[in-house]
């Protein structure tokens, strides 16, 4: 697989406009398959999640075509209902293709869905809900199968707010008989922007307080045209690279009220953060301060997919930081990989302690999934010496370029 190449060492200087977010491009994709008619998705990022998403959607009778960052999406005669284990095996978010199959054909099978090794991924809750909607659901050890003569409104409370959960639930409701009271459901920015596409097709999804949403069944969605936000996790990714690094970027595009518990952190660090219309301006020239202690959660709680990030520019910091992972039970791998570079982290279940105070030494590390991938190219960054990430593939799942992209901050990075 290729590989990162980085010259540590070096502050970041410069301007990157935040390319088109993963992980609301995945479900809006999905949910066009509720739509007999042309979708067309606009900013989508050239990402390999986004083309498997892409071949999964062509292989069940949709049109698909790409030009540049927009995507069309032709859903008018779906042809199959069960998906390619080839690339279900590489994506987790296969799953969310249960809720809008299920509404639109009545039926889904689909093998275990894979992706990122992280922790335990379990699909109970999407079962679960989809099941109290009328769903008949069976697993027999390889392959998930679904169907339902009909899926009916009800109300579901999630025991967790699950994002993935929260979008096949929408999408399956969307066009159900009556009315789905969905509680508990998950926060993200990403589902907002999922509700907004569904709304623009003519659903009828309202917000009844935190966490709460009513989703009225139609009969029908119509076609409409609709534009991808910029991806936080990515704007948050370049925030803890000049964190880690030092020095001043503008992340144009960077949206705002989306990284609230990471911007809040930065500042405790010690960077400087202007927020104009046109995107976030971080600034960090004097010492990287430790932040204490970090809670990752749902939304709006630290998010954890940039706990690893964060975790290379703590490495960095002046006295001891400790990080509490609660979304995720397996996603401190990338410390094993760090402390090769000096970092010292110690992991005990959920928590790290990171000692910091310590400059890190350019070494070839290994990405073994995408957010530790990120972390370990921040690292390089700061490191003594010269640093070679491997396994640069899982980093082009999410980011896609980060070595264009860091380039114009001015880093010295280059594809290997
Ligand atoms: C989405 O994954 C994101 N992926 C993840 O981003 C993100 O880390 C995660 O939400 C949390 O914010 C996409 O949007 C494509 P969850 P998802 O269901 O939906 C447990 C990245 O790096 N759970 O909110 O899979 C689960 O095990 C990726 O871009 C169950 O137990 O996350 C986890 O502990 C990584 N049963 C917690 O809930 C279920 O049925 C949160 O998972 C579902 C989830």
Same mark, same amino acid.
């Given at each position: ?74 859903? $008018? ?11 279900? $095996? ?44 009328? $769903? ?242 921040? $690292? ?37």
């Amino acid at each position: 697989m290729k590989s990162v190449y980085i010259r540590g060492n070096a502050s970041l200087y410069g301007e990157v406009t935040i390319q088109g977010s993963k992980n609301a491009a995945l479900p809006i994709m999905a949910a066009a398959l509720l739509v007999p008619g042309v979708c067309v998705l606009e900013n989508c990022p050239r990402i390999s999640d986004v083309e498997c998403m892409c071949r999964i959607l062509e292989s069940i009778g949709c049109g698909v075509v790409r030009k540049g960052r927009q995507i069309r999406i032709d859903a $008018a005669s779906l042809t199959g209902s069960r998906l390619p284990g080839e690339y279900v $095996a590489r994506m987790r978010s296969s799953v969310m293709l249960m809720g809008p199959l299920l509404g639109r054909l009545g039926e889904v099978s689909l093998c275990h869905p894979g992706g990122c090794v992280i922790g335990d991924r379990p699909i109970d809750m999407h079962i679960r809900a989809l099941s109290r909607m009328g $769903a008949s659901c069976r697993d027999d050890g390889s392959l998930l199968f679904a169907s339902s003569c009909g899926l009916r409104g009800t109300l579901i409370r999630l025991d967790y707010p699950s994002v993935g959960a929260t979008e096949n639930v929408i999408m399956a409701a969307v066009l159900a008989d009556g009315v789905t009271c969905l509680e508990n459901c998950a926060q993200e920015p990403e589902i907002a922007r999922l509700c907004e596409f569904l709304t623009c097709c003519g659903a009828s999804i309202a917000r009844k307080g935190p966490g709460r949403l009513m989703i009225r069944g139609q009969s029908r969605l119509r076609p409409c045209v609709y534009t991808i936000p910029a991806d936080r996790i990515v704007a948050g990714t370049y925030l803890c690279a000049c964190l880690a690094a030092g020095g001043e970027v503008f992340l144009r595009g960077a949206p705002a009220g989306e990284n609230d518990a990471l911007e809040k952190t930065a500042e405790r660090m010690g960077a400087g953060l202007e927020r104009t219309p046109a995107g976030l301006l971080v600034r960090r020239t004097g010492s990287l301060l430790s932040p204490g202690e970090v809670t990752t959660g749902s939304f709006p709680s630290f998010p954890t997919d940039l706990q690893s990030p964060l975790l290379a520019a703590m490495a960095q910091a002046e006295g001891e930081s400790r990080l509490k992972e609660t979304v995720f039970n397996g996603r401190f791998g990338v410390a094993e990989e760090l402390n090769r570079m000096g970092a010292g982290i110690t992991v005990e279940k959920d928590l790290a302690r990171i000692p910091g105070g310590r400059k890190l030494t350019g070494r070839r590390v290994r990405a073994r999934e995408l957010r530790g991938g990120a972390a370990l190219v921040v $690292a390089g960054l700061c490191a003594r010496g010269d640093t070679l990430v491997e396994n640069r593939g899982y980093v082009d799942r999410g980011y896609e370029d980060i070595c264009r992209d860091l380039r114009l901050l001015g880093a010295s990075v280059q594809e290997g």
